[in-house]
């Protein structure tokens, strides 16, 4: 058996004394939430679109992903 590791420390954030930078972004697609109705997932494209001029999003078909298994 290898030990890799003498000690593991881990952290726990208290809510609401963290900030990243994409908070604010999360905060503004909220905001836009609560004035829209979403029925349908395309709908969220709309909401995330108009909550700020500063994002953009695109909706993606199944063609639009490639399989990379056939690399190998």
């Known amino acids: 058996m290898k ?3 003498t ?3 881990q952290k726990f954030l208290v809510s ?4 990243l930078p994409c908070d604010k972004d999360f905060v ?3 905001r836009r939430k609560k004035k829209s109705t979403v029925y349908h ?5 709309e909401v995330v679109v108009n909550a ?5 999003a695109y909706c993606v078909d199944k063609e639009d992903f490639i399989d990379l298994s056939v690399i190998e």
Do not use: M, N, R
């Open 52 to 56: 700020s001029s500063a994002f953009s």
């Open 41 to 45: 997932s395309k709908q969220w494209l």
């Open 16 to 19: 609401g004394h963290s900030f």
């Open 28 to 30: 503004l697609i909220e």
């Open 3 to 5: 030990k890799y590791f």
């Open 7 to 9: 000690a593991i420390d």
